[in-house]
């Protein structure tokens, strides 16, 4: 699979269509995000100094000496490659803080003693709960409310998102999919090559989606890039959801290259430009790796303006509120990342938190889901509606069952097919074959309506 040395990369292009995807590490924006209207969002009022925002953290005593940088602080530019090669993987590291973790232990308790399937009722239920005492109706019947209109049509099938497998080297805090070192789901190799028969009859797809946990991990994430280069040439652009810290990965060395050789566009989680705030939603010692990640992604090409590669970044929140205006705030990550680290990026795209899964657990143990559903609702952006992901994306799990988006396969929200309770890629030949169903919209989609949206 990994090759010493690559060829001239085949198709170094811009991508012709915007993106419009799903999260895990994270997603982006709607195409037209934008020029989305921003009247009447009464919270859209975040600060664009990001760097400034502190998370409510409990009260410590303060420190009697200054101590010296801890394992996996940010410790500067110098020599910064060479200290992430002596370090190695940062899987270990992620273990011990997982097990150090309350958090962690307690919902890898919940999981052993209830199930996900379970879990996943009960934080559907708790999220229907606090609405309910918010006088919040379901999520379409709000639409109906709102707006002249409402639809649950799917518009195209243009993006083929996979979601690969839920292993990865980092635990973050705010991860949607509960990706971890400890998870070990993975795409099959038939589950894969069927996906690739899928892309190349498909022809209205112009993107292919590849996404985890670390994609990049999975074994089958190479055979599939290739496999669809092979099948569908330039037709299709290619997305590799990538976290950055996995370019630090052994093993890993050649993965730019890899990527630039096959024109793959990348978008990568970039949560802050500061190692403090970066370290404390995605875990120590992530921050230095993922400038690490991005200067090797510079050196192979990605990232240059008006370059062929692209690479861009996904701001989400550290906690409950939504993101900053996204031109703003690209602009202040531009002069960061450059003055501080000499790195060049094409977009960023700001993303508001979903309210699920560990995002949902954080909210709750602190007392703060209600609130922000509130947030949510109280920010509902009618021009986010149109454009939202699911209206033109098909998105199959790990064991190819397929879904309307990558947040509805988290939950476990299958489409809605009037006489199969759950498709799988092995059901059908060509995404077009779905452009009849309804999308199954729930409480958790007023966090794609919230703002600039979440898809
Ligand atoms: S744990 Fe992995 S998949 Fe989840 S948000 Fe972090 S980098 Fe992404
Ligand atoms: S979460 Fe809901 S609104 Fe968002 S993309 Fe999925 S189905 Fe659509």
Redesign the pocket.
């Known amino acids: 699979m990994r090759r010493a040395t690559l060829r001239a990369p085949l198709a170094r292009r811009r991508p012709r269509v915007p993106l419009q995807v799903a999260r895990g590490l994270a997603a982006t924006s709607p195409p037209d995000a934008r020029r989305l209207s921003t009247r009447s969002l009464p919270d859209y009022n975040t600060q664009v100094d990001v760097a400034n925002i502190r998370l409510s953290k409990p009260k410590r005593p303060p420190p009697t000496k200054r101590r010296k940088a801890a394992d996996g602080e940010w410790q500067g530019l110098k020599d910064l490659r060479a200290r992430l090669k002596a370090e190695g993987s940062m899987v270990d590291q992620t273990l011990v803080d997982m097990e150090s973790d309350a958090d962690f232990q307690r919902t890898l308790k919940a999981y052993k003693e209830k199930g996900a399937a379970k879990l996943t009722l009960e934080e559907k239920k708790e999220r229907r709960r606090q609405l309910d005492a918010l006088g919040v109706p379901e999520f379409f019947d709000f639409l109906g409310r709102e707006l002249e209109t409402p639809s649950k049509a799917r518009k195209s099938c243009e993006v083929f998102q996979l979601n690969v497998g839920l292993y990865c080297n980092q635990a973050c805090a705010h991860c949607h999919v509960e990706s971890s070192p400890k998870r070990f789901e993975a795409m099959s190799e038939a589950v894969a090559e069927r996906c690739v028969e899928i892309l190349a009859a498909s022809p209205s797809v112009h993107t292919l989606d590849i996404t985890g946990g670390a994609p990049e991990l999975n074994p089958q994430f190479r055979a599939i890039v290739e496999g669809a280069r092979r099948a569908v040439g330039d037709r299709v652009d290619i997305i590799d959801r990538c976290n950055l810290t996995v370019l630090t990965e052994p093993g890993q060395e050649d993965l730019a290259d890899f990527l630039a050789h096959h024109g793959v566009r990348v978008v990568a989680s970039l949560p802050c430009y500061s190692s403090k705030n970066v370290n404390q939603q995605r875990g120590r010692g992530v921050f230095g790796r993922s400038i690490e990640g991005l200067r090797v992604l510079n050196e192979a090409g990605y990232g240059a303006e008006g370059g062929d590669l692209h690479m861009d970044l996904v701001y989400n929140p550290l906690g409950a509120f939504l993101p900053p205006p996204q031109e703003a705030l690209e602009a202040k990550y531009h002069e960061e990342l450059k003055r501080e680290f000499g790195v060049d990026f094409n977009e960023l795209f700001t993303m508001t938190n979903m309210p699920i899964k560990r995002f949902a657990d954080f909210l709750s143990r602190r007392g703060e889901l209600k609130d922000y559903l509130d947030l949510l609702v109280r920010n509902f952006n009618p021009d986010t509606v149109d454009t939202?992901?699911?209206r033109n994306t098909l998105s199959v799990s790990w064991d190819g069952s397929v879904y309307?988006?990558d947040?509805?396969q988290q939950l476990g929200n299958p489409l809605a097919l009037q006489d199969a309770p759950l498709a799988s890629v092995f059901d059908f030949r060509s995404t077009d074959e779905f452009l009849e169903s309804d999308?199954?919209?729930?409480n958790?989609?007023f966090?794609?309506t919230a703002g600039m949206g979440s898809?």
């Open positions: 939202l992901m699911c309307d988006c947040f509805n999308i199954r919209f729930d958790h989609c966090g794609c898809s």
